[in-house]
Nanobody
Framework: QVHLVESGGGLVQPGGSLRLSCVAS????????MGWYRQTPGKERELVAT???????NYAQFVQGRFTISSDNAKNTVSLQMNSLKPEDTAVYYC?????????????????WGQGTQVTVSS
């Protein structure tokens, strides 16, 4: 089994910065993709940014130039540096990982989610 634990959410004023971090633990053979999604009440969860094992990144258009995703493959961690935050960035942010999981009968790929961390941008 694999667990994702996020940290770094909180309250920040418009124009401020926050850094989210997520660490994956468990019977991990390899992590194919890690990333961040966000969700507000009444809306579907939406992609913020992802990074693959080769370092390739993908950003939602609404965060390009403001957010930067990075990872440490050796530590199974992913971080999201959020700058120039806006009130509309307020949401619960979820860590995501697509992981190759060890199993004696044969490894398998599966998706995992963290419990979410609240980010509130308000004056």
């Amino acid at each position: 089994q694999v667990h994702l634990v996020e940290s770094g959410g909180g309250l920040v004023q418009p124009g401020g910065s926050l850094r989210l971090s997520c660490v994956a633990s468990g019977t991990i053979v390899d992590i194919n993709v890690m990333g961040w999604y966000r969700q507000t009440p009444g809306k579907e969860r939406e992609l913020v940014a992802t990074i693959n094992s080769g370092g390739g990144t993908n950003y939602a258009q609404f965060v390009q130039g403001r957010f930067t995703i990075s990872s440490d493959n050796a530590k199974n961690t992913v971080s999201l540096q959020m700058n120039s935050l806006k009130p509309e960035d307020t949401a619960v942010y979820y860590c995501y990982a697509n992981v190759m999981v060890f199993r004696y009968s044969g490894n398998y790929n599966s998706n995992y989610w963290g419990q979410g961390t609240q980010v509130t941008v308000s004056s």
